[in-house]
């Protein structure tokens, strides 16, 4: 499966934007979806993750209550809605899956950038 993100953008505090990361392949169903985001001089961290069987879902507490994960496996894609952003959630943000849930995500999307003014 391959990866393509989109979504980012320039919000002022406060505001909302959802990504998308659509993903090529007929077996989308069959990956955990994951989303990540590192910011400039700072290391890549987890910020969401959604199971490929039950649909459960996991945030970071950072987000918890703002960032919501979700996915539609007949659009072979999966979001990630963020409200009342801050400025400290700027970032180049990640999608990321792997087969059944197992070991380390290694399919990743390229970069969407989510820039949020105060």
């Known amino acids: 499966v391959q990866l393509q993100a989109s979504g980012g953008g320039l919000v002022q505090a406060g505001g909302s934007l959802r990504l998308s990361c659509a993903a090529s392949?007929?077996?989308?169903?069959?990956?955990?979806m994951g989303w990540f985001r590192q910011a400039p001089g700072k290391e890549r961290e987890f910020v969401a993750a959604?199971?490929?069987?039950?649909?459960?879902?996991y945030v970071t507490d950072s987000v918890k209550g703002r960032f919501t994960i979700s996915r539609d496996n007949a659009k072979n894609t999966v979001y990630l809605q963020m409200n009342s952003l801050k400025p400290e959630d700027t970032a180049a943000y990640y999608c990321?899956?792997?087969?059944?849930?197992?070991?380390?995500?290694?399919?990743w999307g390229q970069g969407t950038q989510v820039t949020v003014s105060s």
């Open positions: 990321a899956a792997r087969w059944y849930g197992v070991g380390d995500y290694n399919i």
């Open positions: 392949g007929r077996t989308f169903s069959n990956y955990a």
């Open positions: 959604i199971n490929w069987d039950d649909n459960g879902t």
